[in-house]
């Protein structure tokens, strides 16, 4: 049975702060169901949820160096829909409010990468393939390479790079190498590590992994351009043999507007006036007019540049002169927080704005709106315009990264299509598309067509997951 280990920095259900919990929650569950032993290791946060903490069992500790201090490490693991989720346990590192930002997290993650090397031993767990996911876990290639395969146990374990985000890369100062790791300065002299005076966790891990995966096609060819590439297309490029885009998918049992518990009315396509319950029920909740000849557009995102706020905010008075209802879910940057919240203060019949993290409304957004804005500058896969796929909900995207693999725009010609979208970077293009998806609105025929090809789009896991068996089978046979 092929043996995958599963290293991040967070996973769904215990904990997560965006798309790489999601996938980490998903993929793996996949994956068993196709035969393949998989399992995650992440580290024992103090914020994992309260219900699963009081579960977790304890299986073994021992000591990780970490350069020439020894470090406590305890193992924990839980059973979760049939995959085994491993936990790291060190209180001084992962005994703090949140995941990420703290001024040592090079040595956090320095201490994790290892102890989850050593960790596979203690256990006698021996997998085939360690898949490693963004920068936190970019040394584990390295460490396995320059150091552990010298080790029988490690010898032909493979490893498998994923990148969720390129940029952020977990670059520190040179020092680390001696002062974390023990090493000498040649990885850094050699270049495989230093990236512009620094030691990057992200390049160690593409340049010292056998494959490398991004999270759909077209962000595989993206990166290797320098517009995309964050300072790494030229190494991209030239390890280009070894890189493939798979495209993520999404939990359809968890989004399925068929039994969504978070919903006010369940539908599916049989049913599918039933989502117009949800829109009403929304609007009330929202304390927005309850119309249903006003189309209601949603954001679920987070409030930055990254997700194309600034075009969003560029055209939302033109916008709102349209016959339209606005309503976004999320938090991000205080400026756009401000706007948004001014936005609801101008337009109180046309916009509402959540500045808050909620499961909930989430759902009911995807199940309520009639489209789904989401005009990035750039993103890797995306997992907001695959749910509101699933939910009938028709997207509004800039094609680039895995929007435009999975966004289909709606051709007048012949009726296909399951959204719409717009190539470049630029406000008036974004607004002249959600103007002409405003028009196809008021045409039912072409309406339900869109609604009927994006609720049969297939982003279920188990498509990716045979993707993820055939890269993991080209490496051992």
């Known amino acids: 049975m092929l043996k995958v280990l599963f290293v991040a920095s967070e996973a769904d259900p215990f904990i997560k702060t965006g798309g790489l919990g999601d996938v980490m929650g998903a993929l793996p569950k996949a994956l068993v169901k196709q035969g393949v032993d998989a399992r995650v290791i992440i580290p024992k946060y103090k914020n994992i949820k309260d219900k699963f903490k009081d579960e977790l069992y304890f ?11 020894n470090s406590y490490c305890g193992v924990f ?23 990420y930002g703290y001024y040592d997290d090079g040595e956090r993650f320095a201490f994790f990468d290892r102890a989850v090397l050593n960790a596979i031993k203690e256990l006698d767990f021996k997998p085939d393939i360690i898949h490693c ?19 029988m146990f490690y010898s032909n374990i493979k490893t498998v790079y ?38 990057s966790f992200m390049k160690g891990g593409i340049n010292y992994s056998d494959r490398i995966s991004t999270v759909s096609y077209t962000y595989a060819s993206e990166i290797q351009s320098e517009y995309y590439g964050e ?27 068929e039994n ?26 929202l304390g927005l007019p309850q119309r249903e000849d006003a189309p209601m557009i949603g954001i679920v995102s987070r409030l930055t540049n990254q997700k194309g706020m600034d075009l969003v905010v560029n055209i939302a008075d033109r916008l709102l002169q349209h016959n339209v209802q ?22 109180p019949d046309k916009v509402s704005t959540n500045l808050m993290f909620s499961d909930e409304l989430a759902h009911r957004i995807y199940a309520g709106a009639d489209m789904f804005l989401m005009p990035s500058l ?35 010609f012949n009726g296909e299509g399951n959204g719409f979208s717009f190539r470049n970077y630029v406000s008036h293009e974004l607004l002249t598309t959600i103007e002409y998806a405003i028009q196809s609105y008021y045409n039912k025929q072409v309406w339900d067509g869109l609604i009927r090809h994006a609720m049969i789009s297939d982003n279920s896991w188990e498509k990716a997951a045979g993707d993820y068996k055939g890269l993991y089978d080209s490496l051992l046979y």
């Open 378 to 412: 750039f993103e890797p896969c995306g997992l907001g315009q695959l749910i509101a796929l699933r939910y009938g909900t028709i997207p509004i995207v800039r094609e680039t990264g895995g929007l435009k693999d999975t966004v289909i725009p709606y051709n007048k």
């Open 326 to 347: 606005l309503v976004v879910l999320g938090t991000g940057d205080r400026w756009y927080e401000d706007h948004f919240r001014n936005l609801q203060y101008r337009y």
């Open 162 to 199: 994923s990148i969720h985000n390129l940029l952020f890369q977990g670059t520190y100062d040179p020092e680390i190498l001696q002062e974390l790791f023990g090493y000498d300065m040649e990885p850094y002299d050699n270049g495989s590590l230093e990236l512009y005076g620094g030691v």
């Open 77 to 99: 693991q839980y059973q979760y829909d049939n995959v085994t989720f491993y936990f790291i346990d060190n209180e001084r590192y992962f005994c703090r409010d949140g995941l």
């Open 133 to 151: 996911n963004d920068w936190q876990t970019g040394m584990i290639p390295v460490l396995l390479k320059l150091e552990y395969s010298k080790d």
């Open 59 to 69: 299986s073994k500790w021992f000591m990780v160096p970490v350069g020439w201090r």
């Open 231 to 257: 300072k790494l297309d030229g190494l991209l490029r030239v390890r280009n043999n070894v890189l493939s885009g798979i495209l993520n998918g999404i939990d359809y049992e968890r989004y399925n507007p």
């Open 260 to 285: 969504d518990e978070y919903i006010f009315k369940n539908y599916n396509l049989d049913r599918i006036q039933d989502k117009k319950i949800n829109k009403i029920e929304l609007q009330k909740q």
